[in-house]
């Protein structure tokens, strides 16, 4: 593959805690991956990826984030993306194949001097129309929690707890059955479903107490000050004529 989609909120949730050279043995790692579509192999992996003085950061990314089989280290999550990736392109190839009428793994190539076949609209594609190819997807049911996703909600709606609404996000839309459960823009649908009412708010046990008391409370510090003023004991008479003397002298 010489292209793969990259969704920058859920790397940066699953890799924050990684260095400068760990995120970039793993960017190149997967680069790697992708582009050779075949398990890595422990052997010389560093060198192939330009990072021979920083092996021991590679091989912390590898076995972090991929599995080491009997063939070599796997991404399970990379190898979904390469088998719809070469499904698209077979279904891509058959449908050329039966418009021109070559062989579904021969080259879609149309014959020479062919004419465009025109649509009953015959005008430039819009974006509108652009928009209505595209395929929405169901939401994972390993999807975690992204940080951008967690931001909005902070921002957006302070008073929400934001684990708890991602829970309870997560398993509704797992729930649904059908197109209702597939969406376009998951992230647009995360932003509304924050700013609904639906959502489930802070436990009041859980946010920390103002320190402001209400109208029928009395004040705590005002309250130690009067206990303290009840326990000191009176400045004695000849202690105060030595002060005022003193005063006097000044």
């Not at 972090?64 to 990379?78: K, M, Q, Y």
């Not at 070559?102 to 001097?113: D, K, L, Q, V």
């Not at 647009?188 to 489930?200: E, F, K, L, M």
Request: net charge positive.
């Amino acid at each position: 593959m010489h292209y793969y989609q990259f969704h920058i909120g859920d790397y940066k949730s699953h890799t924050h805690h990684l260095s400068l050279l760990e995120d970039l043995a793993y960017r190149r790692l997967l680069d790697f991956y992708f582009l050779h579509e075949q398990p890595i192999k422990h052997r010389d992996i560093a060198r192939q990826i330009g990072m021979r003085e920083h092996e021991e950061d590679v091989m912390t990314v590898l076995n972090e984030f991929f599995i080491s089989t009997a063939d070599g280290f796997v991404s399970p999550r990379a190898d979904k993306e390469i088998k719809q990736y070469k499904e698209f392109s077979e279904a891509g190839k058959r449908g050329a194949a039966k418009r021109w009428s070559t062989p579904p793994h021969e080259g879609a190539n149309s014959p020479p001097n062919a004419t465009p076949i025109a649509t009953i609209n015959h005008k430039p594609i819009t974006n509108n129309q652009k928009k209505k190819e595209q395929r929405g997807l169901r939401l994972a049911s390993d999807f975690s929690f992204p940080l951008e996703w967690e931001d909005f909600c902070q921002q957006t709606r302070p008073e929400l707890s934001p684990v708890k609404t991602f829970d309870q996000f997560k398993d509704y839309w797992i729930a649904q059955a059908g197109q209702k459960g597939v969406k376009l823009d998951w992230f647009a649908t995360w932003r509304n479903w924050v700013r609904s009412t639906n959502a489930p708010k802070q436990n009041p046990a859980d946010i920390v107490r103002l320190t402001v008391p209400s109208k029928n409370e009395p004040d705590p510090a005002l309250e130690k000050i009067k206990a303290d003023a009840l326990k000191a004991a009176p400045i004695p008479l000849e202690v105060l004529a030595k002060m005022a003397e003193l005063r006097r002298k000044a």
